[in-house]
């Protein structure tokens, strides 16, 4: 059998210091070395072996890897065939400051591999924002999902999200939103407008008040108003500037993923008049 060639992609992101890499390898990865950084990752398939806190480990696909600073650490497949894997590389700084809330000595990290199905997914989500191009807004949603998955492997639990307060953040960012939602507004933006200490307060107290994220909250409104233009007859390509949405595309995309047609179909479900350059949406 021949084997797939060895394969690495990494990105940085500069607003908060993040690196997602995606990498897969047939057989041996890497040495034993250490990272400065705390380090979360998924196996997406095949057998990661590594050694970690004096004994080897044995990840399999959908498991997650947890390796704190200067933890020293190898990886190579544990079978045929080789493995694939994606991992975040969490800045010591952005970790502290979204558990400022936690009291209690530096974290660690109660185990070096556990199953966590939701951990799992937000790992791979916040991947997937950092690789493709995506509002701040979301980049910084999908960041904070992971160390919200992490409170309970680092011993900090969830805080109080009830309160007066809390709901008036909520509020205060729900009609921001409201107003601006063409506006590429971060969370600590957002946060800063509502009265929020940090963004982590900000998410907690929406996701409590309304049930999901600032962000998914956005894409929502923005698809409603965006349904809106369309049915009065504006071209696709101008309700994706009037909304908030990268391009024409980007509407497209999630337009069909909420609504099962193109902006352009529905447009022309709407108005019977179809769009000139074959309802491309």
Do not use: N
């Amino acid at each position: 059998m021949t084997s797939l060639p060895d394969r690495i992609s990494l990105v940085h992101d500069p607003a908060t210091g993040v690196e997602a890499i995606r990498a897969r390898f047939a057989a041996h990865a890497y040495d034993l070395h250490r990272h400065d950084d705390w380090l979360v990752g998924v196996t997406d398939s095949g057998v990661q072996d590594f050694l970690c806190r004096g004994a080897r480990r044995r990840s399999t696909p959908g498991r997650v890897i947890l390796i704190e600073p200067q933890e020293a650490h190898d990886g190579q497949a544990g079978a045929a065939g080789g493995f694939a894997y994606r991992m975040l590389y969490l800045p010591r700084p952005w970790l502290r400051a979204g558990l400022a809330d936690a009291l209690g000595d530096d974290p660690g990290f109660t185990a070096s591999l556990c199953d966590d199905p939701l951990l799992a997914h937000s790992i791979r989500a916040a991947c997937d924002a950092l690789f493709r191009p995506s509002e701040r807004l979301a980049r910084e949603a999908a960041l904070d999902a992971v160390l919200d998955r992490l409170r309970p492997h680092l011993g900090r639990p969830w805080p109080d999200t009830s309160g007066s307060r809390a709901e008036r953040v909520a509020r205060l960012a729900r009609e921001r939103l409201h107003d601006d939602m063409a506006v590429d507004i971060g969370t600590d933006g957002l946060a800063k407008v509502a009265g929020a200490a940090d963004r982590f307060q900000l998410a907690r107290a929406f996701r409590a008040a309304y049930g999901t994220s600032p962000h998914a909250y956005l894409v929502q409104i923005r698809l409603l108003h965006a349904r809106h233009l369309l049915a009065a007859g504006m071209r696709p390509a101008a309700v994706a500037a009037e909304c908030g949405f990268a391009d024409q595309s980007h509407l497209g995309r999630r337009f069909r993923r909420s609504y099962g047609i193109t902006p352009a179909a529905y447009r022309a479900l709407c108005t019977d008049v179809p769009d000139g350059k074959g309802m491309v949406g």
